[in-house]
């Protein structure tokens, strides 16, 4: 018997062995040396991992969403109302400064309202004719 | 049909395992509830596509891959923490004082033992010994087969004995 067991050994700890593999291994170990102190080694080891401490997890919190994804027609819409809202913020910006300084809130609500509703639309100026 | 797993009963049934592997295998608390969190980040995302099955073995997949990437990483960038990780963290509490005094002390010696392993002996010792697991079970998480969970098992405790001699 020249072959020691060397990784049979762990899984003879372990109870990964099938039955005739353990008879292999018992009647190996009662014939050497060698063997018998790599398994009292390897038990040692697996006693020093088995005893170490365990602990309670910390709390988790809960992960942030991921942020939404903006699909690429969205996105063109989003910069197209942000367009918008950008020109009517500078109109309105121009109108005011024409405007006295002193003004009461009312008085720019009024305002803005009829600027809202005396708003110009621009329509295209197309040609006749043109298709 | 079962109703579907939610993201919080997976923290509050496995947390505690995926937590102790998580530090058996970076060697402290901080790392170990990074890793934790960053494991239960994918399951949450994860848990949209899973169909059920070993749920045993998708999270212990998931789990063992966060931590080839995080070893990965910080193999690249040793000392640097990512930014992102910040607000990670800021979602946890801190390490209980336990894992703090048994950092340094508890263990200790057989900690740093660990430590002193490649990350595929100390992965597979960890999970046989201090997360539990089976030679079937570790390789389905792993993605090994058995006798390479058996060998490595085998060279780990060997090594890991020969360090505490």
Redesign the interface.
Known sequence: MTEHLGELLSARLDGELTSSEVRTVNDHLSGCSLCQNELTDLHSARAALRGLPTFEAPRFGLPRAAPPVIQPHRARKAVAVAAVAFVSFVSLATYQASQPTEISFSEVTETQLELNQEAPTLIPQIPEGSE | MSDPIT?EEV?RTH??R???YA??LTGN?ADA?DL??EV??RV?TGLERYTPGSFEAWLWRITHNCFVDGYRKKKRRPTVPLPDNI?RM???????P??VI?YNS??EE??SA?MGLSAEFREA??L???VGM??DEIADSVEIPVGTV??R???G??L??EA?A
């Open positions: 993201w923290a947390g505690r995926i937590y102790n530090y058996r608390p509830a934790s969190q239960l980040l949450r607000d800021a979602l946890l509490s801190s390490p209980p336990d894992v048994a508890l263990g057989v900690q660990l010792v960890v046989c010994d201090v089976s030679y058996r060998s098992i085998h060279r405790r060997k890991l004995r505490l």
